[in-house]
């Protein structure tokens, strides 16, 4: 096929549309003009951004060759934002695989250009010494440029953004921890870059001459290390300083764990992060600057980005997070067909109380679930159960929420994930937390033949052998305190809020 990239805007495709830099550049690439086609395993993730009928769409996943080939159709720009987070032993495999297959049919497909952002890795260190997702990283990028296709590779170390996964833990262990026992890495020195600057180099790379084939530094204005940013951070979000205690006893594994049980950010995907903390990542060159297209503009500095950052959080406006994407071995099987389900043993629990207020007041309770919150029961047992599932490397309840009124499909929200949103109506939530099966809660706002309302709530749990079947059984006595708790509290509120609200009017 003919490409024409003298038109005003280009066909990009973008992979990773559902994650944390993806899902940010998606409306970036639209405001530049451009056509935006995103390869998803999921499409409905995708349903609910703002952006969402500005985008074409697609099914697919990068290790399918044939969904990648038609998801490439007519793009003269794709777009490579997929890593895999997992620390299991064929990652590394997994991420070769999709890199060969994205290659050859870009190659094929006559793609103009691929875009791909990559990790910074330190100058120097022999390969086989990098951390394995750096050295993945690394392995992918190469494949990329010698696929024959002209390809951008941006290296960048710490992305400071709200929401970014780097950001929370930065974050977290600043403003939980005053005096902190920390890990030798607080003294390697980093160069941060702001994820505005990130976005930037992305969406300018499109538009790179055909004879530029390389990888590019990515930094901020600043290098810093850890203990200074920590430190800078403080100052940054008015917080008295904080004192910080080096030690060399933490190993990365060590290390993960510590920061999985004070941030938000569980120890599967802490660890990548902390491994690639061992070594210096700084900039050894800055050539973006010339190759971008538009006006050069100013990188922003490490201060200046974290104010930007939690002024979004504070205000409400984080629009991506490092959990957008799915958490390395949670489940992702979809709710199996009801009423009769051909995949073995269902079990459920059913809950259903009438609701003196309009389904409108039901809905605002059932939307702003989670998080800050609540989960309208027994607090101690929700606890103690993130915990639980910190302690065996899962999320935990700490995720919190995106937004603090709103949901869309596929954001997390503590240790589930949107599953599906009928406004008004009905939210699925998939359970990502450590389980020997599969389970999912299910919470309804409804009108009856009389025209009450009426709160519907369903727990569905499918286990997985005989340690799942045993697990449910052994839960199943708390049901009645923990999800009876749960509906007659909801609907306590919604009846609470509605009195409240002026706009009442009885649902009776």
């Known amino acids: ?288 600057a010339r190759h971008l297209s538009g006006p050069p503009g100013r990188p922003i500095g490490f201060d200046e980005a974290v104010r930007l950052a939690l002024q979004r959080v504070r205000e409400a406006r984080v629009t991506t997070r490092w959990s957008s994407a799915s958490v390395p071995g949670a489940p992702s099987d979809p709710l199996p067909t009801d009423p009769d389900w051909a995949g073995g043993s269902l079990y459920s629990d059913h809950r259903e109380l009438p609701v003196d207020a309009s389904p409108e007041a039901l809905w605002r309770v059932i939307e702003g679930i989670g998080g800050e919150n609540g989960w309208y029961s027994f607090p101690l047992a929700w606890t103690v159960r993130g915990g639980l599932d910190r302690l065996v490397g899962g999320v935990g309840l700490r995720r919190g929420r995106r937004d603090a009124a709103r949901l869309r499909v596929g954001d997390s929200l503590d240790f589930w994930r949107v599953e599906a949103i009928e406004p008004g109506r009905l939210l699925r939530l998939r359970a990502e937390m450590r389980l020997p099966g599969l389970a999912w809660l299910e919470m309804s706002a409804v009108r009856d033949e009389d025209g009450r309302t009426r709160y519907r709530q369903r727990a569905l749990f499918h286990p997985h052998g005989l340690l799942g079947q045993a697990y449910w059984w052994s839960v199943s006595p708390f049901h009645a305190i923990v999800f009876g708790d749960m509906a007659r509290n909801i609907a306590r509120a919604a009846a609470g809020s509605a009195v409240r609200d002026p706009r009442h009017t009885s649902a009776h």
């Open 1 to 288: 096929m003919e490409h024409d990239d003298t038109r005003e805007g280009l066909r990009c495709l973008v992979t990773g549309a559902t994650g944390y830099i993806g899902g940010r550049l998606v409306p970036e690439l639209l405001s530049a003009g451009h056509r935006v086609r995103c390869l998803a395993r999921s499409p409905d993730r995708l349903r609910d951004h703002p952006w969402a009928d500005r985008a074409e769409v697609v099914a697919g996943d990068v290790t399918d060759a044939s969904s990648v080939a038609r998801a490439l159709a007519g793009v003269d720009v794709a777009y490579y934002l997929v890593h895999t987070m997992s620390s299991g032993k064929d990652f590394e495999e997994t991420d070769r695989r999709a890199a060969l297959i994205f290659a050859e049919q870009a190659r094929i497909a006559g793609v103009l250009r691929i875009v791909h952002l990559s990790g910074l890795t330190p100058a120097g260190v022999p390969e086989h010494e990098l951390s394995p997702h750096l050295r993945s990283r690394a392995e992918v990028a190469r494949i990329l440029l010698d696929s024959g296709v002209p390809t951008t590779v941006l290296r960048a170390a710490v992305v400071i953004g709200s929401g970014s996964a780097s950001f929370e833990m930065l974050r977290y262990l600043t403003e939980r921890l005053p005096v902190m026992i920390t890990p030798s890495w607080v003294h390697t020195r980093i160069q941060p870059v702001a994820v505005r600057d990130v976005l930037r180099a992305l969406v300018g790379s499109a538009r790179m001459p055909s004879d530029v084939n390389r990888a590019f530094d990515l930094g901020g204005p600043e290098v810093l290390t850890y203990r200074q940013m920590m430190l800078r951070y403080a100052a940054v979000a008015g917080l008295p300083r904080r004192i910080i205690i080096p030690v060399p006893v933490l190993t990365p594994g060590l290390s993960s764990h510590w920061v999985g049980l004070v941030t938000p950010v569980p120890a599967s995907i802490a660890r990548p992060l902390t491994e690639s903390l061992r070594h210096e990542v700084v900039c050894h060159e800055h050539d973006i």
